[in-house]
């Protein structure tokens, strides 16, 4: 866990407005160090980062985050439930083209097997829609919202792509606690939910208070962590042995291979993980995540794709011949 750690004050309306925006999750922190990079640093140096050149070119800026925001002195954190997500886009991407290939499986099929011709996608990409561009929306409209209360600074809204640990952070701010999958979990919504981050060059103060519920105290986080110390299913679960009790190696992680490694075409993951896209064995078999949620299914048949269809969704990243190539591989 990283050392104690202030709470920081956030007006109420602005809580609200987070809340209607999407995010139930909010804390906030003070800009400092992070505590955590030497183990980034190992991790990159063991060559765990797998070709993700983006982590190593911009690894020192993740020791501050003032390289993503000069001056910055608070750190808003935010969690979106991954079922926000699928309402956005019901509500107004209904019609979008992708939606035609996603098929929610009937909770009492619950198979660890996809019916003939489809392929598993995880959660995160459930919805169609690519997350970035709907909570950068989102952050955009809580940024206004702050600018009325505190005229005079200046703010960054971050999801996924900046050099900075949003779990690290997420993690002082109360959201939730580290599990042994590497997720941030909360008691409520599991680890199925995306972080995003408001930095503000804005001083909040301190909350003499105990941070309020969902947020969860240090005291809380240190019994939670605990419990994952006899428990270990997500290490168990794993199909392809990339979480061990010394963290994560991409190069082995179904979640790497199938959306960010670029030497598909030859069988670069087990066959044995039926997932066109994502991983979430680790998540799936977590006793946090009960019930997990209907699975979500991409029908193979429907190929081919082309990159219009895939653009503004999470198919977008690994792209069609990626893809085709991976529902090749599921199908032999
Ligand atoms: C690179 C990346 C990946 C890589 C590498 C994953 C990894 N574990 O590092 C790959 C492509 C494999 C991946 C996969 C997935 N990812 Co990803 N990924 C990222 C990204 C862009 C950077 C993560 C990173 O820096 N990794 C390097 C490691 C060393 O850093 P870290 O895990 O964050 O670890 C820090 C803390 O854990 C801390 N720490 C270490 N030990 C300890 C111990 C304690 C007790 C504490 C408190 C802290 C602590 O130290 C580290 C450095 O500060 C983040 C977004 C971001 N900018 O943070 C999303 C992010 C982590 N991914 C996310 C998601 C959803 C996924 C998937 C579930 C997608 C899927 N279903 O396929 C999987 C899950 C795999 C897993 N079990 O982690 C979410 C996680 C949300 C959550 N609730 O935790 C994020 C935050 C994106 C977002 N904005 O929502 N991802
Ligand atoms: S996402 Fe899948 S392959 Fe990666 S660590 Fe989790 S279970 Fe293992
Ligand atoms: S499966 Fe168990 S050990 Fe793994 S993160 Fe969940 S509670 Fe912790």
Redesign the pocket.
């Given at each position: 866990?990283?050392a104690e750690f202030q709470q920081l004050t956030i007006p109420e309306p602005i809580r609200e407005a987070a809340r209607t925006l999407g995010f139930p999750l909010l804390g906030a922190v003070e800009a400092c160090g992070?505590?955590?990079?030497p183990?980034?640093q190992a991790?990159l140096e063991a060559g765990?980062?797998?070709e993700?050149a983006y982590?190593r070119e911009h690894a020192d800026a993740?020791r501050h985050p003032g390289s993503v925001l000069p001056g910055v002195r608070s750190i808003l954190m935010l969690?979106m439930p991954f079922a926000e997500l699928e309402k956005i886009a019901e509500r107004e991407h209904a019609d979008h083209p992708i939606r035609k290939f996603l098929v929610r499986q009937a909770p009492e099929s619950g198979s660890s097997e996809p019916p003939e011709n489809t392929a598993f996608v995880?959660?995160?990409?459930s919805s169609g829609l690519d997350?970035h561009d709907i909570?950068r929306r989102q952050l955009k409209a809580l940024q206004k919202t702050f600018r009325e209360f505190f005229p005079n600074q200046t703010s960054r809204g971050?999801?996924?792509?900046?050099?900075?640990?949003?779990?690290?952070f997420?993690?002082r701010a109360g959201l939730?606690?580290?599990g042994r999958?590497?997720?941030?979990?909360?008691p409520e919504f599991g680890?199925?939910?995306?972080?995003?981050a408001i930095l503000t060059t804005e001083v909040l103060p301190v909350s003499a208070e105990r941070p309020s519920v969902p947020l969860l105290t240090r005291e809380e986080?240190l019994e939670f962590?605990r419990r994952c110390e006899s428990c270990g299913q997500?290490l168990c679960a794993c199909p392809t042995g990339?979480?061990s009790e010394s963290?994560?190696d991409?190069r082995l992680?179904?979640?790497?291979l199938?959306?960010?490694d670029r030497s598909f075409g030859g069988s670069s993951m087990p066959v044995s993980s039926p997932?066109l896209?994502?991983?979430?064995e680790?998540?799936r078999h977590c006793p946090w995540n009960q019930p997990f949620p209907p699975r979500t299914l991409f029908r193979l048949d429907a190929f081919p794709l082309t990159s219009d269809t895939l653009r503004r969704t999470p198919f977008f990243r690994p792209g069609p011949e990626k893809l085709e190539a991976r529902a090749q591989e599921l199908q032999k």
């Open positions: 866990m990283p992070s505590e955590f990079f183990e980034f991790w765990k980062c797998a993700m982590l993740r969690g995880a959660q995160y990409a997350y909570i971050i999801v996924d792509t900046a050099p900075f640990f949003e779990r690290e997420a993690v939730g606690f580290l999958n590497r997720m941030l979990i909360h680890s199925l939910f995306f972080l995003a986080q962590r997500c990339a979480l963290g994560l991409a992680c179904a979640s790497y199938t959306i960010e997932y896209l994502g991983c979430d680790c998540q």
